[in-house]
Each structure stands twice: as C-alpha cells, then as structure tokens.
C-alpha cells in the first residue's frame, strides 16, 4: 500500500496532488477520519468487485488515533491512501504510520508569501518584477487567493508572457482589472454559460483563450501525460490559448460556448483518454477559425489537429 501525507490548508495544493495520484487509478473513495481512522479500515477492508488498485482519501486525517495508524501500517494492499490534514499529524501517530511521503500544501506566511509567489511563478517560467510579486503576495496566504496566484502563472505561461509587466499581471488579479478573467473562469467552472459568454466579449481574445485553457487544465479535461490522445495540456492548451491572437469577439464567444459544452460533456462522463481528443478537436476548429479569419493558425495546432 502506498501512503501519502497531504498537510495543509492550500486546498489547490491538495487538488493538484490528488490529481496527480488519481492517474490510472480506479474512481476514488472518499472517507473521513473523523472518527478516528475506523471508516478508512472499512473502506479499505472492502474491495472492489475486480479488484482495481483505488485510490482512497481520508480527510481530517489529523484525527486519526495511533491505534488506526498502526493497524493502517499493516495493510498490504494495493490501493493508494491519501491522509489530508490541515495540520502536522501527532507524533504518536507519524511513527505508528512508519513509511510516508509527505506532500507539503502548507499556506505561506505572510512574511513568506513573496518567496512562495516567486517560487511558484519559476515553475510555470515566468519571471516577475518586484512590483508583481508584491501585488500577488497580498492574496498568497489565503487558499482561494492561492488559487488565483497559480491560475494568474499559468495564463501568463499559456501565452507566452514569460516576462509580463505590472499591468499584464493585474489584469489577472481579482478587484484591478475591468473584466477579471477569474470571473470568466469561475462561470465557466460553475456551468454559468451565459454569464461566460457575456464577459468573455468583454476581453482580450488571446487572453480569454489563456484563461479557459487554464480552466481545462484545471478540471482535467486534458491530461497530465501523452496519451493516446496524442500530447497532454503542454500541447493542446498552448494550442488553445494561441489559436489566434487576433480572433473577432465573435469567435472568442462560440469558443467559450464550446469548452463549457466540453466541460459538460468530459467531466466524470468521458474515459480519462478520450478527453484530450475532445480537446484537440476544440484546439483544431479555433485553427481553421483563425484562418478563415485571416489569422495565422498557432504553432503546434496542425500537430494537435493530428490527434483527433
């Protein structure tokens, strides 16, 4: 059996760990540790009919008792346990558990939010001034502004803006832009179509398109490794928020309707290999768009188009 500790209050951390650790798992299975670990052992006493490796998540893990954790130690099974916690478990029960790896979704301190911003800025290649970091250091230590900061680097990587100005960056961060494309992404995450659609024509296509390639990202429409769909969210989301740089609001609008039609379609309906198909077809008619429009199509479209 393999563990894992996730401490902390960061929930997109958690999320993203979790997504990671559900790849070629069988549906997970949720349970709470509340009280004291005795709803993970059955959970884990019982097995799936054909015996799929699951993965299994114990929330308030930092309520279970040494004598769980001990009993936990003793399973040999194949399934994945996730124990997250929003604090370090007891020592008494760390050691009872024995071998863990620990994944750290800790909030940064205020005092640390600029380290933790610039650190996570690196990660996605983009680089930021001091200016920037301060404006996004002011959300980092709160889990929804957490979110905003790494979705915020993930746009600017997603077109490009590996060096962005103070302006390009607040024009990502909720309360100082005229259309924040938080707003776009929240509707389009909560099934809001119209709403999407509205404040999309509000925005810059390019930019509008990073945003909803972030969002596909984010709720797994694309996956984190190649498969048979042909290139994971590398490929297809760059694809996505490239097609065009100079697509008419029109477009922009049918493109928004077409990732929430996808977003309806592909989550928790579609096998995990299909969805990338999904998306490459999206990521190829944005190309033929912009070339009807007389916009060059993005590099690494026609690639994508391939895996349809």
Known sequence: MALYLLIGTDTSARDRALARLKAGLAAPVRVSAAD??????RAL???PL???????????????????????ARLHQDDVVALVADKRLPAAVRRE????????????????AAAWVRRTAREHGVRLSGGAVAALADLAPDPVGAARVRDACAMLALVGLTSPSDAQVAALIPGTAAVPLWKITDAIEQGRA???????AGCEPAAVLAALAARLMKIGLCQE????????????????????????????AEATRRVLDLHAQCRGELPAWAAPLRVAG???????????AGAAPAPGAREAMSSR
Do not use: H, M, N
């Open 36 to 41: 004291g670990g005795a709803a993970l052992l």
């Open 45 to 47: 006493a019982s097995r």
């Open 50 to 72: 054909f015996g799929e490796r699951r993965l299994v998540i114990a929330a308030s893990g930092e309520r279970i008792t040494p004598a769980a954790a001990r009993e936990l």
């Open 97 to 112: 558990l024995g071998e863990a790896d620990t994944v750290d979704c800790a909030l940064p301190a205020r005092k640390d």
């Open 194 to 200: 119209g709403q999407a659609v509205e404040l999309a």
């Open 225 to 252: 490794t190649p498969g048979p769909g042909g290139g994971g969210p590398g490929r297809a989301a760059q694809a996505l928020a490239g097609a065009s740089r100079r697509l008419p609001p029109e477009l922009v």
């Open 282 to 292: 999206l990521v190829a008619w944005l190309a033929d768009s912009a070339r009807t």
